[in-house]
């Protein structure tokens, strides 16, 4: 495509006039006339707020009993003590605690 140097933009009030446009015009014949623009990205390793990697302490063990005890979806449990529902779960299968759900029909009553 010699000496093809784009179309021209035409003007627009506002962003969804932009999207409008373009959702019926092909961006390849204006992409010359399109501005360039930079973007600064910056990747930075989040801290890990749960306690991967530490031991679990007697209390963890005690809330850990304590919240199974109440019926209290593993998934919570985890999240309560800042660990992996995996971690939970193996965790529970060490020490002998049961996960298993009793008396259900408690857990799908609606409150008064």
Known sequence: M???RGKNLPAFGSVDELVAF???HDMS???K?????EVEISLKKRKCRTNTGKRWT????KQLRR???RNTPTRVIGLKLGRTEHAVRT???????????RNQSSLYRRKK
């Open 2 to 4: 010699k000496g093809n």
């Open 22 to 24: 373009f959702e019926t």
């Open 29 to 31: 014949e204006y992409l």
């Open 33 to 37: 006339k399109l501005p360039e623009v």
């Open 58 to 61: 007697a209390t963890h063990v």
């Open 67 to 69: 919240l199974a005890s």
């Open 91 to 101: 965790k529970a299968s060490e020490k002998g605690v049961s996960l298993k759900v």
